[in-house]
């Protein structure tokens, strides 16, 4: 029913930036909170930086510095901008979403985007 939409993966060089985008539609809901994933080739699925529909923030202590989340709640996007990458940020990226429907919360995934970073 509710969909996530990435955009902006791709590659770049190591001190370059990327910007992903996620957006989510379907009909009606509420964003409680909304964050970005990431998952290395081999590894676990690691949170990388969340944001509340109140705009309190986390991040993974790796991208502290260096990644921004940001949301406008009224589209129901979320952005994260990442700077002064390096190769360790290689991953696949997945937008998650908790959203109301109703009286219920449910988990949503984005359909992942690929950041590579070359040294």
């Known amino acids: 029913q509710v969909q996530l939409v990435e955009s902006g993966g791709g590659l770049v060089q190591a001190g370059g930036s990327l910007r992903l985008s996620c957006a989510a539609s379907?009909?009606?809901?509420?964003?409680?909170?909304m964050g970005w994933y990431r998952q290395a080739q081999g590894n676990q699925r690691e949170l990388v930086a969340v944001?509340?529909?109140?705009?309190?923030?986390n991040y993974v202590d790796s991208v502290k510095g260096r990644f921004t989340i940001s949301r406008d709640n009224a589209k129901n996007t979320v952005y994260l901008q990442m700077n002064s990458m390096k190769p360790e940020d290689t991953a696949v990226y997945y937008c998650?979403?908790?959203?109301?429907?109703?009286?219920?919360?449910?988990?949503?995934w984005g359909q992942g985007t690929q950041v590579t970073v070359s040294s």
């Open positions: 998650n979403a908790l959203v109301l429907l109703g009286v219920s919360l449910y988990n949503y």
């Open positions: 379907g009909g009606s809901f509420s964003i409680n909170a």
């Open positions: 944001i509340t529909s109140g705009g309190s923030t």
